[in-house]
């Protein structure tokens, strides 16, 4: 296929048909279900499948079938299937993945901006979804569709966007379950959910590392009293609950305790940590630290590490805490922290999960009545080694699109689905990329889409399927 054919597809695209899109995406505030639990009724989930579905059936792609999949008590979910196209193996089947959830809000967002308000400044989309990961969907049919414009070949192409991977994709495994037949077995996986280094080159994901988190809840009274009268005879809550903590993590280091949410860093992604090391500032330098902050290492190999292989502990969330301009003088009756635990890729996460209800909740100090509740676990991923033609595919891709060799790295973020289908298709070949770079945001306020990356990537795509389909 020609590049600038490709290039020049896929970038009409982009700026004619997928940037207004987004725009009305964005504006949709589709929270994943653990953000809102009344999402069916509210009907904005409903709203951004429609939206997107919608856009994907007015695509000009031979041989495509869009179809909106819902099970009882479950998100939608988005299966789009186009047959094999060219010299493409109609036996042989692609999968790409992305999801349409989203994060809550957050605070912060500056000026002018805000998560449901898209605005375009220097290549830029913001607004809370674009990257994450609401552009996967029209990328990757753009990708298929250029393949087909440039006279190119693919392989059968299964498209999924699910709808709570926010949430750990809980609904996603049911999913699968009742698509099994279609599926077949993948010998490619595409996924647009990840991030990049920098925005010079096409980065591939080779690590993500597992979740595992829940509401820790510690009770003492049924009722608050005053302070003045209390203390001192009635235990904080808060107190006890950073003693239980304190059993899980280390309060002065963070490093965490349990040996359930170790695991041995294998020698070829200890390699990669000091080569990606020498490719990249230090990971530190792309946050923004209040003056005279540091971070917990300033060694960048240790900072990738620590990002990719070793468990850590974030507590996201609080209840039972007045806003401090409300605050009395109140001994609280119960204290609940939101806990989230990142894992190591191959560390097994209900057994770190189970070790982590197991040291917070037993013997609670006071005999305070303590409970774990909510919990949740996705498994990490680690990718099998790339395939000759692959590799070569990838770099070609990256030279073609980016000017630039492409590059490896492991990712800090989460991505159940595939931890969920190496489990299930240990031979597949694997590509995770994605838009998520040092500044853009992902969960936080002023989330961005890059968008010259993003048409980059997708014709990046458009390659490595071409390739695939003729290797």
Wanted: hydrophobic share 40%.
């Amino acid at each position: 296929m020609d590049t600038t054919t490709i290039l020049g597809d896929v970038g009409a695209v982009w700026s004619g048909d997928i940037v207004p899109t987004l725009h009305d995406y964005i504006a949709i505030p589709a929270l994943s279900p653990a953000f809102d639990a009344d999402w069916a009724s509210n009907g904005h989930m409903t709203r951004a499948v429609d939206l997107v579905a919608g856009w994907c059936r007015g695509r000009s792609i031979a041989g495509m079938t869009v179809e909106v999949v819902e099970l009882p008590e479950r998100t939608p979910l988005i299966v789009i299937e186009v047959t094999a196209f060219g010299d493409g193996d109609p036996a042989d089947t692609v999968l790409l993945y992305g999801h349409l959830d989203k994060q809550p809000e957050m605070y912060g967002w500056r000026e002018g901006l805000g998560p449901w308000t898209p605005v375009v400044e220097d290549g830029r989309l913001y607004g809370r979804g674009g990257a994450d990961d609401g552009y996967a969907a029209f990328a990757s049919l753009t990708a298929i569709e250029a393949v087909q414009r440039a006279g190119g070949s693919h392989s059968r192409c299964i498209v999924l966007i699910e709808a709570s991977e926010e949430s750990g994709s809980p609904d996603l495994p049911a999913h699968l379950e009742s698509l099994a037949g279609r599926l077949g077995t993948p010998s490619l996986v595409l996924c647009l959910d990840s991030g990049c280094n920098d925005y010079e080159r096409l980065w591939v994901t080779t690590s993500l590392r597992g979740l595992a988190g829940g509401t820790l809840v510690v009770d003492i009274l049924d009722e608050g009293v005053h302070s003045g009268a209390a203390s001192g005879v009635v235990p904080s809550t808060f107190r006890i609950a950073r003693q239980l903590l304190e059993r899980v993590e280390d309060a002065m280091t963070g490093e965490i305790r349990l040996a359930e949410l170790h695991v041995p860093i294998p020698d070829d992604r200890l390699r990669q940590a000091t080569d990606t090391a020498a490719d990249t500032p230090r990971y530190s330098d792309r946050y923004h630290f209040v003056p005279g902050a540091s971070p917990v290492v300033l060694d960048t190999v240790e900072q990738i590490l620590n990002h990719t292989w070793r468990p850590t502990l974030s507590v996201v969330g609080a209840d039972g805490l007045p806003p401090t301009t409300r605050a009395g003088n109140v001994l609280r009756p119960t204290t609940a922290l939101q806990l989230s635990f990142r894992l190591p890729p191959t560390c097994d996460a209900e057994a770190a999960l189970a070790a982590v209800a197991a040291a917070l909740t037993a013997d609670p100090p006071y005999g305070a009545r303590v409970t774990f509740a909510g919990r949740e676990a996705g498994p990490g991923w680690n990718a099998p080694a790339f395939a000759p033609w692959l590799e070569e595919s990838l770099q070609r891709a990256s030279q073609a699109t980016f000017g630039g060799p492409a590059r490896a790295f492991g990712e800090g973020g989460t991505i159940p689905f595939m931890g969920m289908l190496g489990q299930r298709f240990p031979d597949a070949q694997f590509v995770i990329t994605g838009v998520l770079g040092p500044d853009s945001n992902a969960h936080g306020p002023n989330e961005y889409l890059h968008l010259p990356s993003a048409e980059r990537i997708t014709a990046a795509l458009a390659m490595v399927l071409d390739d695939h389909a003729r290797r």
